[in-house]
Structure formats: C-alpha cells, structure tokens
C-alpha cells in the first residue's frame, strides 16, 4: 500500500506478558479510525510502536508506503503524533512552541511563518498565535498540540486518548476538527475508551486483551445497540 497506516501481524510482550498478539489493520488515507479498548487492552504499547519508542521483532508497520522497521526516519516523517501526555512549553507562545518544534524537526525557515499560519487556520488557532500557552484553556492547548502535529505535514495522524481532562465543550470540538481533517484526505488513528467519540460513519477497531476483537464500520458493529452498550457486551467493560 502507498498511503495510510498498515500494521501486520504485530506482537509485543513485556517479558511474559503478551500485550499485542498478532495485531493486523489497515486505515486508508482519509478515514477516521477509533481505536477503542478498555483499560489494559494494549493501546499504549500500540502508541508506543507506531512511534518506535518501542520495537517490535516480528510483524511490520508501514506508515504511508514507508517501513517502519527498516526506513525509521522516513517513516516517522510521514506521521504526525499528539500524546496523552502535553509536552508543550507553557511560557511560550503558541507561535514559538510551533517555531521551536520545526527547528527540532529541521522544518526549513523559509516559508515557516506561512506553514504556522496555515496550521493555526485549519484549527481555529490563528488569532491565538501570540498568546502564552499558560494562558490557553485546556481545548486550545490541546489544539495547538494538534497543529504542531501537522506542521510537517503529515499523511498519517496518531492521537493517543487526546481529550483526556477536557471539558465537554472542548472535547467536541477536538473531536469534530479531527473528523474535518480526516475529511481532508488524512489517516487518523484515535485512541479512547469513551465510545461518544466515534460516530457511525467512522472505522472501529476494538482492541480486547491484546487482539483485535472486531473490525468495520462503527455503525454497522452496534447494530440495534448504542455503540456503548455493544462495547459493554463485548469486553464487559463500561464505556
Ligand atoms: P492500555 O493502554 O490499553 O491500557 P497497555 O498497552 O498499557 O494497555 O497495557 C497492555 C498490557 O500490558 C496490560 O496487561 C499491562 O498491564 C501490560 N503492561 C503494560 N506496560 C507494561 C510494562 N512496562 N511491564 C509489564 N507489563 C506491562
């Protein structure tokens, strides 16, 4: 395949905990998938080898046509990551926390200003761009996180649980950008255990004790259930 996130038979153990068996999926560009799976389901150490903070010896991950395994740095290029966790500088303003990580990312100067400008527009950021971080709202922290990992443009897009903390408001209109982007022709991976997040039109796949238990479009999966109770029922897990 040439775009999209494409992981095939992944396995991962933490000595003799098997947390991923022989994990395979597909997003194509364009599409929103919900990753969802309880507490312990093994999401993290997805996250973790999508990024290569962890490796994997067997099964292959390739990140819009490039091999994760054997071209890293052409294939993270190519993915743009929001963490659970915000790394983002608070006494910096949301322009300098943007310029900082493309000098990290040896985006080229030139043109630099138009590229933040641009990211900052797709997210409803632009009159915010001056704006120390510490004085952001928790959304708009999290959307500037979500701009800055978009500034390299990339094909594929991994958010891992990002509305953890938000208010409702907030968490809506992160989850309502991301579906926009994903419109625009971007692979999205989004992570959660909150099955309000995905919408009927959306790929679901259900992560349960380390193995893909269902694959498909969510609304087709439910059935006759709220995407909730179908969930519940499957994992015995409260969503
Ligand atoms: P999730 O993110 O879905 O909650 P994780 O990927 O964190 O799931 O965990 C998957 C499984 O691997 C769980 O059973 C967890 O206890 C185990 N696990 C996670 N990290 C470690 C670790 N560093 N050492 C041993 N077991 C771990």
Same mark, same amino acid.
């Given at each position: 395949?040439?775009?999209?996130?494409?992981?095939?038979?992944?396995?991962?153990?933490?000595? /003799?905990?098997?947390?991923?068996?022989?994990?395979?999926?597909?997003?194509? #560009?364009?599409r929103f998938c *919900? &990753?969802?799976?309880?507490?312990?389901?093994?999401?993290?150490?997805?996250?973790? &080898? &999508?990024?290569?903070?962890?490796?994997? #010896?067997?099964?292959?991950?390739?990140? /819009?046509?490039?091999?994760?395994?054997?071209?890293?740095?052409?294939?993270?290029?190519?993915?743009?990551?929001?963490?659970?966790?915000?790394?983002?500088?608070?006494?910096?303003?949301?322009?300098?926390?943007? /310029?900082?990580?493309?000098?990290?990312?040896?985006?080229?100067?030139?043109?630099?200003? *138009? $590229?933040?400008?641009?990211? @900052?527009?797709?997210?409803?950021? /632009?009159? $915010?761009?001056?704006?120390?971080? $510490?004085?952001?709202?928790?959304? %708009?922290?999290?959307?500037?996180?979500?701009?800055?990992?978009?500034?390299?443009?990339?094909?594929?897009?991994? &958010?891992?649980?990002?509305?953890?903390?938000?208010?409702?408001?907030?968490? *809506?209109?992160?989850?309502?950008?991301?579906h926009?982007?994903a419109?625009?022709?971007?692979?999205v991976?989004w992570?959660? %255990?909150?099955?309000?997040?995905?919408?009927?039109?959306d790929?679901? @796949?259900?992560?349960?004790?380390?193995?893909?238990?269902?694959?498909?479009?969510?609304?087709?999966?439910?059935?006759?259930?709220?995407?909730?109770?179908?969930?519940?029922?499957?994992?015995?897990? #409260?969503?």
């Amino acid at each position: 395949m040439t775009g999209g996130l494409d992981v095939q038979d992944l396995s991962f153990s933490y000595g /003799a905990k098997q947390a991923l068996n022989h994990v395979s999926f597909a997003v194509p #560009p364009g599409r929103f998938c *919900a &990753l969802l799976g309880p507490n312990g389901a093994g999401k993290s150490t997805l996250v973790s &080898l &999508l990024t290569r903070l962890l490796v994997s #010896p067997s099964g292959a991950i390739h990140i /819009a046509g490039q091999d994760l395994g054997r071209s890293p740095g052409k294939a993270l290029a190519r993915l743009g990551v929001v963490f659970q966790q915000p790394t983002l500088d608070l006494d910096l303003s949301v322009r300098q926390n943007l /310029a900082y990580f493309a000098a990290l990312h040896r985006i080229p100067r030139r043109g630099l200003n *138009a $590229r933040i400008d641009a990211v @900052l527009s797709r997210l409803d950021m /632009a009159e $915010r761009s001056h704006e120390k971080v $510490r004085s952001l709202n928790g959304g %708009h922290r999290r959307r500037t996180e979500l701009a800055r990992a978009l500034l390299h443009d990339p094909q594929v897009l991994l &958010l891992d649980e990002p509305t953890v903390g938000l208010d409702a408001a907030s968490r *809506a209109s992160i989850v309502a950008h991301v579906h926009d982007l994903a419109d625009q022709g971007l692979c999205v991976l989004w992570t959660t %255990h909150l099955t309000d997040e995905v919408r009927d039109s959306d790929d679901l @796949l259900v992560l349960h004790r380390g193995e893909i238990l269902t694959a498909g479009r969510s609304g087709e999966i439910r059935g006759a259930l709220s995407l909730s109770d179908w969930f519940q029922s499957v994992t015995g897990a #409260p969503a």
